[in-house]
């Protein structure tokens, strides 16, 4: 089924373009370019709790300076309702109803088209201009402020509840991403970047309130939810902000999370607090992308060097199955990476590996070197494996003696088993188990 089609009318100077910039702009929720469509942006695609759009805006299609401006208003109002699905009327709280606002609202009654009627410029609530609007017969206004993006999200559940019936946005399982790090390592920066960039579609979350504190986005064909992230896409556009950091808050996203993002600033080398974070990862199972982030401030090139990623590598050498990925929030560097690295790490640390390869990895291992014994001359023997478990990966061990797993050999088959399935990203569960005599491998 097509795309619904929202046509924003209404006389000149009531707040068109702002209102379509909201709606379509990416502070509002959610864009997508139509290619082909030229920057000025009459047409923009919005998704909103799963119901996709399009927004026009005909304030801007219909120029003609030298027409009276009635004629410019009726061509406008006519050009809507040959293609509305919804028509949403902007009038001005400010101004207060004129006469070329009830000569349009006279028209869509006419048209019998579904109308939304937006009361805009209401910049502070109860606005005393609104009640006049009801005398327009177009149903109830909704108060927005285009401007200051206020009423925006209940305007656009109104929207979605009066468009035709959709198909429904096919559900695929959604990664639940946190991004987390000390205050100021450039976290409110590194997501707005995200969401900003022209191929993300954001959604709000479903069954969430317009205060969504998760910001579900789509990325090819992948859905990411990114935890808790209301406090850090306001950051961005608030300066005089709170410290927002709290362990408390950072412990509860991880725990939430699939894949954790955890920022460093690439001017300072890591501290504890990293470290610290990095260590909850793998004690809660959690996926890991490291994001070295400002990378503009050390390097005029998007492209990694090592020499000054050594202390970070060296800092995170316990997590050193976690990518790094350096990124400029400034510049939009590194930021499809990211992404991609976030889903890679989600498969990994979803991936099964069957049975059989699986035991003839660790036989390999096993050939290659030879597993420990002990001072008697006890030896280590491996007889089969299993993977109960995904999120993490968990690997059950059948072995003659637990005890005879010495820290080394347990990084060598880790790494065996890294190199062979691909566990980028993720940690992986080693368990071993006592298993005797009978239904021994060999
Ligand atoms: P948060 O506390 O981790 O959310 O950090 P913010 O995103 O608020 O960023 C802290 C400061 O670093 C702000 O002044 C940002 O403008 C700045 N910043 C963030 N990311 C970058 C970046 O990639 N490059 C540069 N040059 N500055 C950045």
């Known amino acids: 089924m097509p795309v619904p089609v929202v046509v924003i009318v209404g006389r000149p100077n009531v707040g068109k373009s702002a209102l379509f910039n909201r709606l379509v702009g990416r502070r509002a929720a959610i864009v997508e370019d139509i290619p082909g469509i030229t920057r000025d942006r009459l047409y923009g695609r919005v998704v909103w709790r799963g119901r996709e759009f399009e927004v026009v805006d005909t304030g801007g299609l219909i120029s003609h300076p030298t027409e009276p401006l009635q004629v410019q208003v009726q061509r406008q109002v006519a050009r809507a309702l040959e293609e509305a699905d919804l028509v949403l009327f902007v009038v001005d709280v400010r101004s207060g109803v004129l006469p070329e606002d009830r000569e349009i609202a006279q028209r869509l009654r006419e048209s019998r088209r579904p109308v939304l009627l937006v009361a805009n410029k209401a910049d502070r609530p109860g606005h005393p201009g609104i009640y006049e609007m009801y005398g327009l017969g177009v149903g109830d206004p909704v108060p927005v402020s285009a401007l200051h993006g206020l009423g925006i999200s209940d305007l656009l559940d109104r929207v979605a509840e009066m468009l035709p019936a959709g198909e429904p946005e096919e559900a695929g399982p959604a990664i639940p991403v946190a991004v987390v790090g000390r205050p100021n390592v450039g976290k409110s920066s590194l997501v707005n970047a995200i969401l900003g960039e022209d191929r993300v579609i954001v959604d709000a979350a479903p069954g969430t309130t317009r205060d969504a504190v998760d910001t579900v986005f789509r990325w090819g064909d992948r859905r990411v939810v990114l935890i808790d992230t209301a406090g850090l896409r306001r950051r961005a556009r608030v300066s005089d902000v709170v410290e927002r950091y709290s362990v408390t808050r950072t412990l509860a996203a991880v725990d939430r999370a699939h894949v954790v993002v955890l920022v460093l600033d690439a001017t300072q080398p890591p501290a504890d607090q990293d470290q610290e974070i990095a260590r909850l990862t793998v004690e809660r199972g959690r996926a890991l992308v490291l994001a070295v982030t400002k990378w503009d401030l050390v390097s005029p090139s998007p492209e990694p060097r090592e020499a000054i990623l050594a202390p970070v590598r060296a800092a995170m050498r316990f997590v050193?199955?976690?990518?790094?990925?350096?990124?400029?929030?400034?510049?939009?560097?590194?930021?499809?990476?990211?992404?991609?690295r976030v889903g890679e790490a989600a498969d990994a640390h979803a991936r099964r590996v069957p049975t059989g390869p699986l035991n003839r990895v660790l036989m390999e291992a096993e050939e290659a070197h030879p597993p420990p014994a002990d001072g008697a001359g006890r030896q280590l023997k491996i007889y089969y494996a299993t993977q109960p478990a995904v999120r993490p990966p968990t690997i059950v061990l059948f072995v003659n003696d637990p005890d005879l797993v010495t820290e080394d050999y347990r990084r060598y088959l880790d790494a065996r088993l890294r190199a062979a399935f691909d566990f980028r990203g993720t940690p992986l569960r080693l368990?071993?188990?006592?298993?005797?005599?009978?239904?021994a491998r060999r």
Request: aromatic fraction near 10%.
């Open 320 to 340: 050193s199955y976690a990518p790094v990925v350096v990124t400029s929030a400034v510049r939009r560097w590194g930021i499809a990476a990211l992404v991609e």
């Open 431 to 439: 368990v071993f188990r006592a298993r005797e005599r009978a239904a």
